[in-house]
């Protein structure tokens, strides 16, 4: 028997699949989970400073899913191929805004 209380308001619910940087806002601060891309570009975004375990915040949404991401003082453009390839979870440091 499930035990698990029903979502009700204010209640977060679980997301189907893993989150990617296409799905973030602009303003959201998360933690890179990893880069599912062939080894030739993963390698690329690594030498860029986009690796597991970095925080990036979301700068700017374009058209199409491209994301420009912050990385301390730096920005990186992203097309939305590659943001989608990205997997990412919410850092705590996100600030949680309603638009």
Request: proline share 6%.
């Amino acid at each position: 028997m499930d035990t698990t209380p029903p979502a009700g308001p204010g209640t977060a619910t679980p997301t189907r699949g893993p989150r990617t940087l296409a799905g973030c806002r602009a303003g959201d601060t998360v933690i890179v989970d990893g880069i599912d891309l062939d080894e030739r570009h993963r390698f690329r975004l690594m030498e860029l400073g986009l690796r597991a375990g970095v925080v990036i915040r979301v700068v700017q949404r374009s058209g199409f899913g491209g994301r420009v991401v912050a990385r301390g003082p730096e920005r990186i453009a992203l097309d939305g191929g590659t943001a989608r390839a990205i997997r990412v979870r919410i850092s705590d440091d996100t600030e949680e805004t309603t638009r």
